[in-house]
């Protein structure tokens, strides 16, 4: 794939997977009210506002770099010529999911709703389900050798406190 066609194949992606799920979804559920803050205290609604903006960054990083580097778009229907180790990979295999899962946590912390704590709950299983079982077979059976050397060093879901090394 083109590098142009990567970046807007990405950009369409974005628009509509992420930000549906990460956006319209949680306003639907919440319309973003304030609800009374976590535990009563109103400096947790710092912390959500931190998560939300620190997951918003992961976002936008790695998606540039599955378009820019990996030549292609997280969409399983176009994905990267090449693995992506770079950036938030050497940390987590899956940066797009936790910053997604972030953001989804950070507005329920923010607006005080355990409702969207439950819906960021699913949506991490649902992707811990499609990472396990459709993911991480077909990065293993197109990258071999280079994946299963990340896959052993980069842990999928809890990040490492150090960046991995490895072939970049």
């Avoid at 992420?18 to 710092?46: D, K, M, N, Q, Y």
């Avoid at 998606?63 to 820019?68: I, M, N, P, Y």
């Avoid at 960021?120 to 811990?128: E, S, T």
């Avoid at 050397?149 to 490492?160: C, E, G, Q, S």
Wanted: net charge positive; charged share 15%; aromatic share 16%.
């Amino acid at each position: 794939m083109r590098r142009t066609a990567a970046v807007i194949g990405t950009a369409i992606f974005f628009v509509f997977v992420p930000c549906v799920v990460a956006g319209v979804i949680p306003w639907w559920i919440s319309r973003w009210e304030f609800r009374l803050s976590f535990l009563g205290v109103e400096l947790t609604r710092f912390v959500g506002a931190a998560l939300i903006l620190a997951g918003v960054a992961g976002l936008v990083d790695s998606f540039a770099r599955f378009a820019l580097q990996g030549l292609g778009t997280p969409a399983p229907i176009a994905p990267t010529q090449h693995l992506v180790v770079t950036g938030l990979y050497r940390y987590v295999r899956n940066p797009i999911y936790v910053a997604v899962v972030a953001v989804i946590f950070g507005q329920a912390v923010l607006f005080g709703d355990w409702r969207l704590f439950a819906y960021g709950a699913v949506f991490w299983l649902l992707c811990h389900l499609f990472v396990v079982g459709y993911e991480e077979p077909t990065l293993k059976e197109s990258f071999a050798a280079k994946y299963e050397a990340f896959r052993i060093n980069v842990p999928r879901w809890i990040p490492r406190l150090t960046a991995w090394r490895g072939d970049q």
